[in-house]
């Protein structure tokens, strides 16, 4: 799949200096808005006190609208994964994240799934190989700020929308981070963490933004468990389905192993402590010598723990629990491997939110909220305009009395903040085709300034024409070098600036992009002309390739510029300079790039040509 990888190893110290760089930014943006949260609250609460001196009165002076209790199913699924998306947020601030996150686990998610699966992760692949650093700085602030909405906002439309971002962002991570948990792809296995950990979020979501009157009966409850249940007994029919490597263990030192075997000893080679390790190892040797009778009990025990749920009888339900929480923790250490290890994990996997959705289910069938006595009910129910104008006004007097609901709110509009300062930066990344010029910087540095007059020339163009440096004055003149039959590196940098070209737009007419012909054998226009036919270049108004009318001229040309031209032992390739210059329409020498294409991936392509789009367009501002 095109894009997914940039090519340039994880801990490439100037990608993780940007985006260490780009976090500390965003970190200081976030708390500007905590500061203001803060000024807020502290004004609002003044605002309170003075009121209750006032008045004379004890305590706040509106009622809370919500006057019972918050149920405690709702609560458990709310602080869990509002501590999960935290959790998730630090995950995505490891320092192997922007370059290790579309190779590592991008694209490996989605290899094994259908064509059209891949093409949509490959969309969100590109994107964080094209800006990577943005993207990942943008994930660790959406998903702290999804955890503290969820965390503070306890009740109200507030906790409701906390709920439908967590619902939302939890779709975008399951569809293209997870690959739609690979429910596609062959070998589908809960123990493995399908249908995907992020499809749990979203479940966990959709709970938190149902009005209250959902949780005041155990329907909803029995409606969780079933749902647990009926997927369960799925996934035990999938488990016990033969032919799929669940059965087969590893009967001698040269069979094949089976699926769970082979699971477990790539997961126990992940990074990590050795007592994990060593827990891990066990457990593969066990499989392998005992592979039938694991895959006997795992199926037994999904198909007795989603019967039990099935059946949304209390007693079942909280045997069902314990035993899941036991078994699913199990797995969780002994095959998922805690899910985050390894220096690219982005959540704990699947088993620790399902283990919470079993518990969210349990409580809403035996824990219904009881409404406190003595306390007002909610403002009723109003057809038309005057409800809203009511509703209206109740909220502004609780926002200016109620310290409880004030905070909530506050912290709420906070935590939307720094979801924001996530959302908005991958948001102009996605609609961004180009990418980020720190990807050319890691691979070549940044263009060096310079000030010093340009060598002089005298050439023949890809046409036969003679063309001369000042021949060229009044524009702004790329150099670079280019071996006309060469078959690796030179191609993708005659890419890089075609694609640069276009990139220039209206200021194309005022630069020239310059190649000198560097192969000392194969000098002839016929052969630049040939190159320029195989890489598309004919049709660039502003694009000449230079050669001599002799191997003299041509040498005096490179040894003007500095640029070294010699035969590989063997004779079979030529080695020459990889570097380009900027000249200004005075004819002097602006900016050194060094044109390497590295692995010329296609982000490191369009890369380059921002850099020397950039480059080019300061030198035009210069002299405007």
Known sequence: MPGMSTGLSANNPTIVSAFDWQLVHQGLVVLLILALVAVAWSILRVRQLHLVAEKGLPGALVPEMHTDPEPAARRVARISFGLIWIFDGVLQAQSSMPLGMAPEVLKPVAASSPSWVQHLDNFVATIWSYHPTTAPASAVWIQVGIGIWLLFASRGLWSRLGGVASLGWGLVVWVFGEAFGQIFAPGLTVLFGAPGAAIFYCAAGALVALPDRYWTSARLGRIIVRSLGLFLVGMAALQAW?????????????????????????????????????????????????????????????????????????GLVRLAVLVGAVVFLADWVLIEDLGFLGGVGTDPNSMVPMVILLIVGYLAVTRLPAPRPGVAAPIAAVDGGAGAVARRRRWREQLSTNPAFAFRSIAAIGALGITLVGVAPIAAAATNPNADPILSQAINGAPQAEDTPAPPFHLVDQNGAAVTLASLRGKVVFVTFLDDVCVSTCPIIAQELRVADGMLGADASRVEIVAIDANPRFITPDYLRAFDQQEGLTHLANWLYLTGSSLHQLEAAWRAFGAVVQYLPGGAMVDHSEFAEVIDASGNIRYLLNSDPGPGTAATQSSFAVTLTDTIKSVIASRS
């Open 242 to 314: 033969p032919g799929r490597g669940f059965w087969r263990g590893q009967a001698g030192p040269h069979a094949v192993a089976g699926t769970l075997t082979e699971m477990v000893r790539q997961m126990a080679h992940t990074p990590q402590p050795h007592l994990i390790t060593a827990w891990m190892s066990a457990f593969g040797r066990f499989d392998a010598a005992h592979g039938w009778g694991v895959n006997l009990f795992a199926v037994l025990c999904l198909f007795g723990l989603g019967a039990a749920l099935l059946s949304a009888r209390p």
